[in-house]
């Protein structure tokens, strides 16, 4: 089910799809992207993305990366809580939702985007 409206944002307009935000000013923002592990601990980690799922990747390489590797990397149906800042708002997507992100077309720049995450995962997943 796809719910749209649209929530005002300083001069830019955000639009809504199933409850999370499609897409974010197109601006670079820092974002806080969490997730809860099997032990009920919370990781996050820090990165700069143009959006919601932008962010969310970049956690994943992260999360993947040897800097974590005494952490078990988040699952497909994790979910993400990813902290835009400033102001502070976030959003929740399941790992799943981002691996069906980075598998979809786009825009020939959120192709780049995409390509460039997929390949540091996979680099990290080595």
């Known amino acids: 089910m796809t719910r749209q409206g649209s929530h005002e944002q300083g001069t830019h307009r955000v639009w809504r799809t199933e409850g999370e935000y499609a897409i974010l000013p197109s601006v670079v ?3 806080v992207v969490s997730f809860v592990d099997v032990n ?4 996050s980690v820090t990165v700069y993305a143009a959006g919601v ?3 969310a990747g970049l956690a994943l390489v992260a999360f993947h990366s040897r ?5 078990s990397p ?3 149906g994790t979910t993400l809580d990813v902290e835009v800042q400033p102001p502070a ?6 790992v ?3 691996t069906t992100w980075l598998a979809a077309s786009g825009s020939p720049g959120e192709m780049v985007t995409k390509n460039r995450i ?3 995962l996979e680099n990290q997943r080595r």
Do not use: N, Q
């Open 40 to 43: 009920r601990i919370r990781h």
């Open 118 to 120: 997929r390949k540091s």
């Open 74 to 76: 988040p699952g497909a």
């Open 96 to 98: 799943d939702r981002v």
């Open 67 to 71: 800097d974590y590797e005494w952490l």
């Open 89 to 94: 708002v976030t959003h929740a997507v399941t």
């Open 29 to 31: 923002t820092k974002c």
């Open 53 to 55: 799922y932008e962010a």
